[in-house]
């Protein structure tokens, strides 16, 4: 019999940890464009968040693990280290989906009291290419349409979240349920060439407006924002305007946050198209993966005039008694992103 063909065969299994020895075994189901796509053994799919900082979330659930919107500046290339992938290119070319994921949701919830945040995404899109044939994300979708009491967070770039629109009113009726549509620019060039094979940012603001004609409570992630690239207001006008054509529930902003898995592709990215813009960036995130104080502050106060103009409602408006509307706008801009540690 042929041995199973592995992502990394010059490795020892004996070297690995217990997940990259998972990952080193699984088959090769399919592949895409220069994507390869396998099953990933999986232990647990609601993952606990480890985090120093104050999230908006306990646990997190990644149906994949690596993302195939290949986004340059993305942040997450540093989970497939765990699977002792090191290229940050393989991130996006390499594509686990998670088995038995509904089975294991359903059990895992369980043991969770009413009332425990859980966010769908956070690490890679739940709705990426591979969702359209593996259907692990609606399975989830599924079980969570037959539970009650959670405060539900879903975040994509993706038009594919209208397939599951049947499931998301029955989990709205059922949860706190918020959805977060990324658009980091309007502007469809830069975007192209940002986030190569995600959705053009008109899409995603028509999957905005279809979702909330349908009811569920739904905002645009204006994130990360780029100085010099998409950190000017005339920028975050545009996606605030389309925002409220789209009738969103609120705005949110967050400045760009660079791992050092993630500077190779970004700053390659920034000499090809703004190389004015390179040597600042080395500068900025010479020392640290975060923007400093003072530029928070400063887009802090921007984001928030803008939302004020525009009438934009607020990310937690159900916390703080307001109208999904908002009548006071407000946003919030962090540099910490959504990724929890995962070891399942």
Request: glycine fraction near 6%; charged fraction near 25%; aromatic fraction near 8%.
């Amino acid at each position: 019999m042929a041995k199973t063909e592995t992502p990394f065969p010059i490795l020892q299994a004996a070297a690995l940890g217990p997940l990259a020895r998972r990952a080193a075994e699984a088959p090769l189901e399919a592949t895409g464009c220069l994507t390869e796509y396998r099953p990933l053994k999986s232990r647990s799919i609601l993952n606990k968040v480890t985090s120093r900082r104050k999230l908006p979330f306990s646990h997190a659930i990644n149906p994949y693990r690596g993302c195939e919107f290949g986004c340059r500046y993305c942040y997450a290339r540093y989970t497939h280290e765990f699977l002792e992938l090191r290229n940050p290119e393989e991130f996006e070319r390499k594509i686990y989906f998670k088995e038995n994921a509904a089975w294991l949701l359903e059990q895992e919830l369980a043991r969770l009291k009413p009332g425990t945040e859980i966010a769908l995404g956070t690490a890679t899109d739940p709705y990426q290419p591979l969702e359209q044939m593996r259907r692990v994300t609606r399975s989830l979708l599924e079980v969570f349409a037959r539970t009650d009491g959670f405060r539900l967070g879903i975040i994509t770039k993706s038009t594919l979240i209208r397939r599951d629109l049947d499931l998301l009113k029955e989990m709205a009726k059922r949860h706190a349920l918020t959805v977060h549509v990324t658009v980091t620019t309007m502007n469809t060039r830069l975007a192209r060439i940002l986030e190569p094979r995600a959705p053009r940012p008109d899409l995603r603001m028509a999957t905005v407006a279809k979702l909330r004609q349908e009811g569920v409570r739904t905002g645009v992630m204006c994130s990360p924002l780029m100085p010099g690239i998409t950190d000017a207001r005339a920028s975050i006008e545009a996606v605030a305007k389309a925002a409220v054509e789209a009738r969103a529930s609120f705005l949110y902003a967050g400045a760009l946050f660079l791992k050092p898995c993630s500077r190779p592709t970004f700053l390659g990215f920034v000499r090809e198209h703004f190389p004015a813009q390179a040597e600042a960036y080395e500068r900025r995130y010479a020392t640290s993966a975060f923007v400093s104080p003072a530029y928070k502050q400063r887009v802090g106060e921007l984001v928030e005039s803008i939302c004020r103009e525009y009438k934009l409602g607020r990310r937690y408006a159900e916390e703080k008694g307001e109208t999904d509307t908002g009548e006071r706008g407000a946003a919030m801009v962090e540099t910490q992103p959504w990724l929890p540690f995962e070891g399942s």
